[in-house]
């Protein structure tokens, strides 16, 4: 069993940047490959970023790649997720979850992901 929690969402500006942390507990950190998705009103969960259990590997989608930049700090068991240059369209609520393996396939499929947290909720708006 692994706990995850998310915090560090907010209300930000357009441009502005905000950075996600995601702390896990009861299991091996290193042991999996972690993901972040996000969710916004209306629209189905979508996985935007994944990282490989030693962080060598990274994953964006198109819409936030050059703009977000995943982490991790197995020390600490955390996660993290820096946004920058937010837009509007990145409201969301934002979740991290464990892949099945210390390496993900992409593109990422919430099916391929076993624990989740609760989400942070991300706003975007002047």
């Known amino acids: 069993q692994v706990q995850l929690v998310e915090s560090g969402g907010g209300l930000v500006q357009p441009g502005g940047s905000l950075r996600l942390r995601c702390t896990a507990s009861?299991?091996?950190?290193?042991?999996?490959?972690m993901g972040w998705f996000r969710q916004a009103p209306g629209k189905e969960r979508e996985g935007i970023s994944a990282?490989?259990?030693?962080?060598?590997?990274?994953y964006y989608t198109d819409d936030v790649k050059g703009r977000f930049t995943i982490s991790r700090n197995n020390a600490k068991s955390t996660l993290y997720l820096e946004m920058n240059r937010l837009k509007p369209e990145d409201t969301a609520i934002y979740y991290c979850?464990?892949?099945?393996?210390?390496?993900?396939?992409?593109?990422?499929?919430?099916?391929?992901?076993?624990?989740w947290g609760q989400g942070t909720q991300v706003t975007v708006s002047s």
């Open positions: 979850a464990t892949y099945n393996d210390r390496y993900y396939s992409a593109p990422l499929s919430s099916a391929d992901f076993t624990y």
């Open positions: 009861g299991s091996t950190f290193d042991a999996y490959a």
């Open positions: 990282i490989s259990w030693n962080g060598g590997i990274t």
